[in-house]
């Protein structure tokens, strides 16, 4: 390979110079970092990024890869763009669903159709930001929403179901004479998350495992006007909220059943720690001489 060939046709030939008296051939080239750029003369940041792409698409190249210089840095540059977005988390997801949105439809002018449809999703979306949650896909009457992406808080599952309680109750009040409702489905898990997915308006940041699944789940199992949560994320709640328990239910896709609860309100807990940790404490056993210091 010619380096020098390589650096014109990059637009950056004059760094070829420095190149040559540094020995720098293609033997070398992969293994380039940004110091060594640096040492060699390459003072700009911008070219030093340009060449440390280039040399990317150099070490990742195939035979359909592109041949042209500048269209490998652009390739490398979205990979790497895309590889480095996508994370491993664990978050709360939540899917809400408009009840009733197919018969609406048929009642009302699309017009008027639309405006509903746009008010409901102000509503999600207002719920969504005061608890710190990130709207993820508007998908007609429903919407994809992650706590935890892009930013993660220690109670995301408390977050999530506060959210949901805020959008019920904002969405009842949304029409006069015949409140609307919606239905709500959260699981907590491990997911794959930030994965940039088609162009353009319809771009979004993609969700990969079983806790996007479930919610959807639960999502359908749940009454309207009211809020499905899973088992992972009622571990997680503690006592902060009053649960009844729906029992186990097969769920398509999952092989062993699930067991499944539905939110009714806030509980009556006086604080934080106690709503959490409240029924999980146990007793101090062989402590007398620690417990005679607290006594003192």
Known sequence: MDVGGWLRGLGLDQYEANFRENKIGADVLAQLTADDLKDIGVAAVGDRRRLLAAIAALAGATPSAPTDPSEALAETGARAAREASA???????????????????????????????GAYHRCVAEAVRRFDGFVAKYMGDGVLIYFGYPVA??????????????????????????????????????????DLVGEGASQE????????????????????????????????????????????????????????????????????????????????????????????
């Open 153 to 194: 808080h220690e109670d995301d599952a408390e977050r999530a179901v506060r959210a949901g309680l805020a959008m019920i109750e904002a969405i009842a009040q949304l029409t006069p004479g015949k409140p609307l409702q919606v239905r709500v489905g959260i699981a907590t898990g491990l997911a794959v998350v930030g």
């Open 205 to 296: 940041q993609a969700i990969v495992g079983e806790t996007p699944n479930l919610a959807a789940r639960l999502q359908a199992l749940a009454e309207p006007g009211t809020i499905a949560v899973a088992a992972a994320t009622r571990r997680l709640l503690g006592d902060r909220f009053t649960l009844d328990a729906l029992g186990t239910h097969t769920l398509k896709g999952f092989p062993d059943p699930v067991e499944v609860f539905t939110v009714t309100g806030l509980s009556a807990a006086e604080s934080w720690f106690e709503s959490v940790r409240g029924s999980g404490l146990t007793g101090f056993v062989g402590r007398e001489h620690e417990l005679g210091h607290l006594s003192e």
């Open 87 to 117: 994370e491993r988390r664990y978050l709360t997801v939540m899917f809400s669903d408009l009840v009733g949105s197919t018969a609406l439809s048929a009642r009302i002018d699309p017009e008027e159709l639309r405006d509903v449809i």
